[in-house]
């Protein structure tokens, strides 16, 4: 009897199963459930309860010609591999780049002259003395930081059938949906069609060229680097490039008398169509294709580099095998298979969140998130009628667009987004195209949480690794401290150190600090203990050691760091003359807050409270020196009151305790608040493009809709590259933000900004459309963005009013007090359950989420 119990429970299990199983895979419904076979991105979790358009017109940044300049050509990347195409008719160019491509070698970043030098400043600083403290602290300054390089050229020369093309047909098309770029051009009657993209799963860069008849696709092909390079063809048709990088900066590659760089080796493939066509080699480096119907091309690159304590010297890499390795891997798969894994592969990130906005629609029969647009109008042009119409499209493409690049140049396993990201076209570029940790890096990284990316940040947390076993020798030899510390600019080789030049820029302690509040962000927004404990704690708990040797006995007894600067920015000092050293700065004070706070948290979370290093930071918090407010009503940037010789001056540091911290907030301090506002009104709103955005986010935080849009629309200013110089920040004609010249920090800033404008949150706490613009935003939807908790929350509002929100939880069970415009309402978060919640933040309905290998079921 009990056996037959159990065939006959087996009987059913099996049909159950397979019958669920069956409805699974086909996307059918099963019992009152329905399975939706798609990716599952945060963006689909979430429907509201009246389905809207989507975007107004397609994500794409549009040309109607050719680039004339670096900044007209269109960027892709696979976080790795990046390249600019021009889209030129009759001679096509691709800048390319590989991220490890930098010159010089692992450095000392330690030196044994700074604890007399340090001792002498000190003094000089105690005594008032600050303009000769800064003379002074010019002996402490380093070695300037090594060099972003690039990779080369690949070049295009099409036959004379392309010198001439029907200008109105010509489209050069980025569409962020499919991160593929598309130039489509007649000529001669043949209609013209190249596609490119940058796969991460495959690390390979594809091109597909092809017309419309046959046998009338002829060009060459070459390889070409300003750096040291040889390129010759095999019997493949294959195009290798080898080379070398500089072993030391801003010197010419000379293998007698440069210790060896980095080397590399890109490996170009050719294929064309079947039963056309015919393939030569030219002058042994080029391959010419005559009289075929398409063609695909693919690009593979390695470099020697082994880690930045390796010196390339002594590598076991080998570029060349690598990348042969590489190109025979990918050949495996058609054109059709890597495009299909690289769509898969990006659109897993990117399409988890939407960004739908619209201008106010009182006509009900209008859907308030759809207008009638011109689709042909390139980007260039919508940035320049901005100031007119400020067209709300163009706030999400740029949104996207900041989401779009980080994931095209920040992926697990490859190197930090630098200054420019991965993009570069110089020997040497702007400011050595490397990290800057006063502001530059870290805003890399700022919508990496809230814009749902987070292993975007994975780079990032590598490198602070490494940081900071550099860091402990320049902690331990410099400055006599225990634990890490990193300076203001880096490079790929981790260097600590401070830069070389004046004290105003070089000599600023606070960089790895910085850095590590981006761990504790990290822990916040996912939740994830693992990560707290096997890779966070340790650095924030040796940042947090060097800062308590760091501080010393100051004034009113209480704990200061000397020296000490405001990134950048100079005082002039009592006795009139200008200076950069004092004491205290303003930043240093509320970073080494942020960094204390973040690891007595992190402490308790882990069981650690009762540690000795805890108690001692526990100790030295209330003994902080305190941000003050000036006479005039502002905060004071250091911690005396100085003269401000350039109030409008592009750095926000002092301010960093409201954002990116979290020290100077609405509900607790009011007055610094007040005082935060002031400051900003002082600033103005002229800056770089990353002051601009950050502006924006401080304005954000501060729940000053009106002026976090005026910054927003700021940034809409188009840059002509022939004149740079006349424009503060901006945007170029491909939607790189402009310092000028290029820096990609306030693409990512731009992004978290218009996040922070949306959503803000604690653990505990998250605040809806805080400083949403009502009338210029009037009418919109988010989706998927991510608070603090381990949440995630869509919305949607009409006419500026909050209509529905959702929020759920993939694998948290947690509280959060939501609020929304002086309403507050407890929800109580099951793990795998959507909660939507109405404008009055009613819970009105609950929605169970499962899910297996991507694929999930609602209700």
């Known amino acids: 009897m009990i056996l037959k119990r159990i065939d006959v429970f087996f009987s059913l299990f099996v049909v159950v199963h397979l019958g669920f199983l069956f409805g699974f895979f086909n996307g059918v419904a099963v019992g009152d459930r329905e399975w939706v076979k798609k990716p599952f991105t945060d963006r689909d979790v979430w429907s509201p309860r009246l389905e809207r358009a989507q975007n107004s017109r397609p994500l794409e940044v549009r040309f109607n010609e050719p680039a004339n300049h670096w900044t007209d050509a269109l960027p892709i990347g696979n976080g790795r591999l990046g390249a600019m195409v021009w889209g030129g008719v009759?001679?096509?160019?691709?800048?390319?780049?590989?991220?490890?491509?930098?010159?010089?070698?692992?450095?000392?970043?330690?030196?044994?002259?700074?604890?007399?030098?340090?001792?002498?400043?000190?003094?000089?600083?105690?005594?008032?003395?600050?303009?000769?403290?800064?003379?002074?602290?010019?002996?402490?300054?380093?070695?300037?930081?090594?060099?972003?390089?690039?990779?080369?050229?690949?070049?295009?020369?099409?036959?004379?059938?392309?010198?001439?093309?029907?200008?109105?047909?010509?489209?050069?098309?980025?569409?962020?949906?499919?991160?593929?770029?598309?130039?489509?051009?007649?000529?001669?009657?043949?209609?013209?069609?190249?596609?490119?993209?940058?796969?991460?799963?495959?690390?390979?860069?594809?091109?597909?060229?092809?017309?419309?008849?046959?046998?009338?696709?002829?060009?060459?092909?070459?390889?070409?680097?300003?750096?040291?390079?040889?390129?010759?063809?095999?019997?493949?048709?294959?195009?290798?490039?080898?080379?070398?990088?500089?072993?030391?900066?801003?010197?010419?590659?000379?293998?007698?008398?440069?210790?060896?760089?980095?080397?590399?080796?890109?490996?170009?493939?050719?294929?064309?169509?079947?039963?056309?066509?015919?393939?030569?080699?030219?002058?042994?480096?080029?391959?010419?294709?005559?009289?075929?119907?398409?063609?695909?091309?693919?690009?593979?690159?390695?470099?020697?580099?082994?880690?930045?304590?390796?010196?390339?010297?002594?590598?076991?890499?080998?570029?060349?095998?690598?990348?042969?390795?590489?190109?025979?891997?990918?050949?495996?798969?058609?054109?059709?298979?890597?495009?299909?894994?690289?769509?898969?592969?990006?659109?897993?990130?990117?399409?988890?969140?939407?960004?739908?906005?619209?201008?106010?629609?009182?006509?009900?029969?209008?859907?308030?998130?759809?207008?009638?647009?011109?689709?042909?109008?390139?980007?260039?042009?919508?940035?320049?009628?901005?100031?007119?119409?400020?067209?709300?499209?163009?706030?999400?493409?740029?949104?996207?667009?900041?989401?779009?690049?980080?994931?095209?140049?920040?992926?697990?396993?490859?190197?930090?987004?630098?200054?420019?990201?991965?993009?570069?076209?110089?020997?040497?570029?702007?400011?050595?195209?490397?990290?800057?940790?006063?502001?530059?890096?870290?805003?890399?990284?700022?919508?990496?949480?809230?814009?749902?990316?987070?292993?975007?940040?994975?780079?990032?947390?590598?490198?602070?690794?490494?940081?900071?076993?550099?860091?402990k020798g320049t902690a331990a030899v410099n400055y006599n401290a225990s634990g890490w510390v990193a300076h203001q600019v880096s490079d790929i080789w981790a260097k600590t150190s401070p830069d070389s030049g004046q004290a105003v820029w070089a000599l600023w302690q606070m960089g790895g600090a910085w850095l590590c509040t981006h761990l504790w962000e990290h822990y916040t927004y996912t939740m994830d203990q693992d990560f707290l404990r096997n890779k966070a704690y340790s650095l924030m708990e040796s940042c947090a050691s060097f800062l308590l040797d760091w501080l010393i006995e100051g004034r009113e007894g209480l704990l200061e760091t000397n020296p000490s600067t405001s990134p950048e920015h100079i005082f002039t000092a009592p006795d009139g003359k200008p200076a950069s050293v004092s004491y205290s700065s303003t930043m240093d004070m509320a970073i080494i807050n942020e960094v204390f706070s973040s690891i007595v948290y992190a402490a308790e979370i882990l069981g650690k409270h009762e540690e000795a290093l805890i108690a001692r930071v526990r100790q030295a918090q209330p003994r902080l020196y305190p941000t003050k407010i000036a006479r005039d009503g502002s905060i004071m940037e250091w911690a005396q009151d100085f003269q401000d010789p350039d109030v409008h001056h592009r750095h926000l540091s002092h301010l960093f305790g409201l954002f990116p911290g979290h020290t100077i907030t609405l509900e607790k301090t009011p007055d610094l608040c007040k005082a935060a506002n002031y400051t900003l009104y002082k600033r103005g709103e002229d800056g770089p493009g990353w002051s601009t955005v950050w502006k924006a986010a401080l304005r954000a935080r501060l729940g000053d809709s009106i002026n976090a849009y005026q910054m927003i629309k700021h940034l809409f200013d188009l840059v002509d590259p022939n004149h740079e110089g006349d424009f503060e920040g901006g945007l170029y004609s491909n939607l790189f933000t402009a310092h000028p010249p290029f820096q990609i920090d306030a693409n990512f800033g731009f992004s978290a900004a218009v996040a922070e404008m949306l959503v803000q949150s604690t653990v505990k706490d998250m605040y809806l459309l805080p400083a949403l613009p009502q009338d210029k935003w009037a009418n919109g939807c988010v989706k998927g963005l991510k608070a603090r908790g381990g949440v995630t929350v869509s919305m949607c509002w009409i006419e500026g009013e909050l209509d529905e929100v959702g929020v759920w939880s993939k694998n948290q069970n947690t509280v959060k007090s939501l609020h929304y415009r002086g309403i507050t309402a407890t929800a109580k978060i099951s793990a795998a359950t959507v909660y939507t919640f109405d404008k009055q933040l009613k819970c009105v309905k609950t929605q169970p989420l499962y899910w297996f290998d991507g694929i999930f079921l609602r209700k």
């Open 90 to 471: 009759a001679n096509e160019t691709l800048n390319l780049n590989e991220d490890t491509l930098w010159t010089g070698i692992p450095g000392n970043y330690t030196n044994l002259g700074v604890p007399p030098i340090l001792s002498e400043v000190r003094k000089l600083v105690d005594e008032g003395q600050y303009s000769a403290a800064t003379t002074a602290a010019l002996k402490l300054s380093g070695e300037p930081s090594n060099v972003y390089q690039l990779l080369g050229d690949m070049k295009l020369e099409f036959d004379d059938s392309n010198a001439t093309y029907d200008e109105g047909t010509y489209k050069r098309v980025l569409d962020l949906d499919t991160a593929t770029v598309k130039v489509e051009y007649s000529s001669n009657g043949v209609e013209y069609v190249r596609e490119y993209f940058a796969s991460n799963p495959d690390q390979v860069i594809a091109i597909k060229i092809s017309g419309n008849k046959p046998a009338h696709l002829n060009f060459t092909v070459y390889l070409h680097s300003k750096l040291h390079h040889h390129s010759y063809v095999n019997d493949k048709n294959q195009i290798t490039m080898d080379g070398s990088c500089s072993g030391r900066r801003n010197t010419p590659y000379n293998e007698s008398s440069n210790p060896p760089g980095v080397q590399y080796s890109a490996v170009l493939d050719l294929q064309i169509s079947d039963g056309a066509g015919a393939v030569r080699v030219l002058d042994g480096q080029k391959l010419r294709v005559e009289g075929c119907n398409s063609a695909i091309i693919l690009l593979v690159a390695s470099s020697s580099f082994d880690g930045p304590f390796t010196k390339p010297v002594d590598s076991k890499r080998d570029p060349k095998s690598s990348s042969i390795s590489k190109m025979d891997s990918v050949k495996r798969f058609s054109y059709a298979d890597l495009y299909a894994r690289h769509v898969d592969d990006y659109q897993s990130l990117f399409h988890r969140v939407s960004l739908h906005l619209s201008k106010s629609s009182k006509n009900i029969s209008v859907n308030p998130l759809s207008e009638n647009t011109d689709e042909t109008i390139s980007t260039a042009q919508r940035v320049k009628s901005f100031k007119t119409n400020e067209d709300p499209s163009l706030v999400e493409l740029l949104f996207q667009y900041g989401r779009y690049l980080l994931i095209a140049c920040s992926r697990p396993g490859t190197q930090v987004a630098n200054l420019q990201g991965i993009w570069n076209k110089d020997i040497q570029p702007p400011w050595d195209g490397a990290q800057h940790l006063n502001i530059n890096l870290q805003m890399n990284y700022w919508p990496s949480l809230s814009c749902n990316l987070n292993e975007c940040q994975e780079p990032l947390f590598d490198y602070i690794s490494s940081l900071s076993i550099n860091g």
